[in-house]
């Protein structure tokens, strides 16, 4: 199994970036998958995550500026609208991959991909 990030740079506050995230090396099973983000010195922390049959969730710091959409089963698409220098971090995807009516899974993690907002 594997995640390969792509997107992110460098972007003026007020800007926007775009993230996806492709799974690799399933075949019968679903992925929940999202993002999280990690500023140098913090922890790593949820931004987004959106369900197999759909549905996001979000951190309230990123509610109603960023949207995360699946283009398919095994892509998903993160679009940060109105950044902030706050922003700032390495962006990491994440997956749970289950047997489908299982909520039993294992997670997995992408590269990560900087994310840079300047003021």
């Known amino acids: 199994v594997q995640l390969q990030a792509s997107g992110g740079g460098l972007a003026q506050a007020g800007g926007s970036l775009r993230l996806s995230c492709t799974l690799s090396?399933?075949?019968?099973?679903?992925?929940?998958m999202g993002w999280f983000r990690q500023a140098p010195g913090k922890e790593r922390d949820l931004v987004a995550n959106?369900?197999?049959?759909?549905?996001a969730t979000y951190a309230d710091s990123v509610k109603g500026r960023f949207t995360l959409s699946r283009d398919n089963s095994k892509t998903i698409s993160l679009q940060m609208n109105s950044l902030r220098p706050n922003d700032t971090a390495v962006y990491y995807c994440?997956?749970?991959?289950?047997?489908?009516?299982?909520?039993?899974?294992?997670?997995?993690w992408g590269q990560g991909t900087q994310v840079t907002v300047s003021s």
């Open positions: 959106i369900g197999y049959g759909g549905g």
């Open positions: 090396g399933i075949v019968k099973d679903v992925a929940d």
């Open positions: 994440r997956a749970r991959v289950r047997p489908i009516g299982s909520n039993v899974g294992t997670f997995y």
